[in-house]
Structure formats: structure tokens, C-alpha cells
């Protein structure tokens, strides 16, 4: 299981990051002459924190787990696993060979 600091050190970028989109919405509704301004004041400040948008990543909803995500559950590999052997998983079906 991931660490617990890390899961709320993940949660913390993010909310950092809606602030930041929220900012830059703001701004973006402004007249061009006070946007530019407003702009240049935000990458100012920005510098010093550096939340790119590439830098977030995914993590298990369960295990906290950051590798061997599966998207479209939003789980680890591990706990796919198991949610498909007991049949937790609807329309998800073991293959056979």
C-alpha cells in the first residue's frame, strides 16, 4: 500500500492546480490590456512552484498504488485483479487459452 503522505501530497498538487486554472480563467476573461499584466504576475509567481500540469499522475483509488494504473477503472493491476477473479467487476471476464 502507498504511503499515506504521499496520497495527501498528491492531493495537495491538485488542489493546487485547480487554484491555478481558476486563476488563469480569471484572468482570461479580462480585458486584454489588464490580462497581459494579470498574466505576467501569475508566471512571476508561478516560477517558485512549478505545477505543471505533466507532472500530476495517477494513483489506485484502493492501494494508493501509482504504477499499473488501469484508467478506465481507476485501479491498480493487483486489485483488478482480484475484483475480476470474485466477479466484482461487471462485463470484465477471465481469458482462457
Not at 484572468?27 to 501569475?42: G, N
Not at 501509482?66 to 491498480?76: C, L, Q
Request: contains cysteine.
Amino acid at each position: 500500500m502507498a504511503k499515506q503522505c504521499l496520497i495527501e501530497k498528491h492531493k495537495e498538487l491538485e488542489r493546487k492546480f485547480a487554484l491555478l486554472e481558476a486563476q488563469q480563467k480569471a484572468i482570461a476573461s479580462l480585458p486584454k490590456d489588464q490580462r497581459e499584466k494579470a498574466m505576467a504576475e501569475l508566471e512571476a509567481s508561478r516560477i517558485k512552484n512549478r505545477l505543471f500540469k505533466a507532472r500530476r499522475y495517477n494513483r489506485c483509488s484502493i492501494t494508493g498504488r501509482a504504477h499499473g494504473y488501469i484508467r478506465f477503472f481507476g485501479i491498480s493491476r493487483q486489485v483488478f485483479r482480484e475484483k475480476a477473479h470474485k466477479g466484482e467487476l461487471p462485463g470484465v471476464t477471465k481469458a482462457s487459452w
